[in-house]
């Protein structure tokens, strides 16, 4: 091997991207040669190196950051200074679900689930976390549901296949465009898909849509209410207090059904 | 949802890099109530808010560290390991003051004694070494470098940096880690670093 050559199985090794018999081989290379293991201790170095550069990079965002106790401001808020490039994105990327309280207590049967569930309506929500996986299809579809156009939304989110990291987030959209549209079976196929996402806020957004989809085809089962009561501890789930909110409700009109 | 799937869940995403991880560590950087207990701990025990916030991203950045190097066992949860982490930050941290004290009775102390090359460059002294040198090797090898790091794919890499392709990133990578390499080899202050590596 030349010495580019040996560059590049260094830098893997020192990485710990080499496996099985070629990373034996060098190891013993190193081990029988003391050029080799002088010079492989110079990519060691570059490994630490790389991993103190990314802790000052994560420390700098931290201090940009507003201490968790204190803030007021808005997970968008934080996203805007973890990657500020993404922001626009972020902002027009989601739609999510939020509670409107008061419309149920108008209408005619009050406590039945169909119509705690009318209570929700969609509104454009900045998104958790980072949101690095939003691409421009992503951001085209956000804006047509934004604009009540759900079917464009529909279909231009359907070009997004399994086979994509972005699949779920599209179908947690493809869920709300249907929501927004009243086609909820299809909405509530799509929440269930997105809630399968190992994305943290994708799966909970998931999971709350599927279970308002419920209500709505009034279908609510008690393991959907221990999913609820789930969501509305779960301190990840950014629409914590509407869950808590939405299994009071169900508490009280569970005397009524 | 039970606490220790929403800890194997971020753990998950925090090994698998990219931006996933940093998802992963915005969450639990905002787990309510996460910071209070680790300020508590912190002032109970001598420190200031200033302290406590300083503990809480040291707290963090090694946890991402240690999961991501898989020095990390899913037993417990996240939240109750960082706490433990924070706990030995600061309770090394006073040491270390102690010591810095004495030092004015004991002038052959070496602060660096016993530590290894990554934690002298997390020191304030070597973090100036690092922000130095990442600063004469450029933003965008800095950023390529890092990125294939955490474990960004090729692709991944491409579309951040606006590269034609993954074949194309790797080239830059490699380019890259050259040019880090020669730093390395013209800067004296790292052949310290290359002596402790030996030993």
Redesign the interface.
Known sequence: MNTSEYDEKFMSLANNELFGDEKMQLEKEIQENPALAEEFKKHLLAQDLLEAFIAQDLKRKFNSFPLPEMKNETSGAVIKKLNPSRYKLAIAASVALVLGVSSYLFVGNKYSYQNIAEGYSLEMQEVRGTNLEVDDIIEKASIYISKNENAMAMSTLNKITPDDDRYFKAQLLIGNASYNSELIANASKAYLISSKSTQENIKLEGQFGYLLCQLKLNAWTDSDQNNLKQLSENDFFKYKDDASLLLKQLTIARFFN | ?NGSL?TM??A??IRSG???R??????L????????KI?QMVTNHGGNEEDA?DVF??G??TL??KIRQDEYEDRGTLESYLFGVCRFIWSNQQRKNKRVELKEDFTSYDQSTGE???DT??NNE??NL??S??SQLGENC?KI??L???SYSMNEIAE?MGLPSGDNARKHK?RC??K??GL??NSPE?AH??KN??Q
Not at chain 2, 22 to 27: F, R
Not at chain 2, 29 to 36: A, E, Q
């Open positions: 949802m929403e869940d971020l998950a995403d990219g931006s996933k940093e998802q992963a560590l915005t969450s950087y905002n787990v309510t109530g996460l910071f209070f300020k916030r991203h040291e963090i950045i991402d560290r290894n090359p990554l460059m997390l070597g973090q690092v922000s040198l990442f800095s470098l890092s294939w790091k955490l951040e490699f880690y050259q880090l390499l390395i080899d790292l670093n290359l590596l030996g």
